[in-house]
């Protein structure tokens, strides 16, 4: 499979070096508009062309696929130019800035029948698809509710609020887990450091089922946190990114089914502490595997555009919710 990789200031490099060293992939065009930037590159990749021309690769009728690592505001125009073109897209997080760009970007992928696949990195984690695994066979009972952490002291962004710049991590996660579409969302936040960008941000996510989600996002905060928990009616778990050998960590903690109400308090148990051992491997590694063997072998990946029009769904009403003071605001699974 031959890809090339575009934007190579941030999270391009990257991607361009774990596409390099996949089994059955050519990294063959490293694409970027600063040619400073290509020359800091060169000798890494010598069998790859460097251009600072994107229609350069749309050109190359032997290339397969194309990774966008641009800026946000980029995503959904380049995305839909290398749809065009015939070449699988591999896009960045979030696939576009309005949940419209995005739906264009998964209909023109499907219309073409071409593989899209979101960078939503931490779907494909080990630690998560453990969780996920739990949900799915029933070992935590009935979900109640999940909430995730997302905090740290910076990166402090002056074109986009804490909601856009770590929600679609947490966001793409809860869909994923919970499996069933959001039908309303509400937030609030504050800025602090700059004027009208929101350096925390607290949501709420309620699912169809009832299930609900809560998201604790800031880059105003003492402590550095990627954590995940979702509390069952039988077990509860934590994912932890932040730590190195406890990644998931299940409590056979819940409360006791009561016989009789009359004067009697809701009783909990407190059982063992489990650690399931996690694989080591890179997730963003295992991001790009997967997606090169879904172009290989024709499947829909897991984060597909549909999945990253989802996640943009959400953000762009907790957004309008945000503006609103935390109001909620209904989306259009709600009707279904």
Known sequence: MRIGVVGMSYWGPNLARNFDRLPGCRLTWV??????????????YPQARFTTRLADLLEDPDL??????????????????????????????????TAEDARRVADLAEQRGLVCMVDHLLVLH?????????????????????????????????????????GPH????????????AVEVSATGASYLQPGVEDVVFGRVTFRSGVIGHLHLSWLDPHK??????????????????????KVTVYDKGPIPRTETYGEYIQVRSGDIWIP?????????LVCEHFTGCVAEG???????????????VLEAMSESLAAQG??????????
């Open 225 to 246: 946190m990627r954590r995940m928990t979702v509390i069952g009616a039988e077990k509860m778990v934590v994912f932890d990114d932040m730590e190195t050998e406890r």
């Open 126 to 166: 080990p630690g998560v698809q453990r969780v996920k695994a739990l949900i799915d066979d029933g070992s935590l009972g009935q979900v109640y509710y999940l909430y995730g952490n997302r905090q740290n002291l910076g990166i402090v962004r002056p074109d986009e609020n804490a909601l856009w710049s770590l």
């Open 299 to 313: 499947r829909t990946p897991v984060a597909d555009a549909r999945a990253g029009v989802a996640v943009v769904e």
């Open 327 to 336: 109001r909620p605001v209904a989306l259009a699974g709600a009707a279904a």
């Open 64 to 97: 397969d696929a194309v990774a966008i690592a641009t800026p946000v505001p980029t995503h959904a125009a380049l995305g839909l130019q290398v749809l065009e073109a015939g070449k699988h897209a591999f896009i960045e997080k979030p696939i576009a800035l």
């Open 31 to 44: 694409c970027d508009l600063d040619e400073a930037l290509l020359d800091r590159h060169r000798d890494a």
């Open 170 to 181: 947490d966001i793409s996660v809860m869909l994923h887990l919970v499996g069933e579409p």
């Open 277 to 285: 051992k996690i694989p080591a491997a890179e997730p963003l590694r």
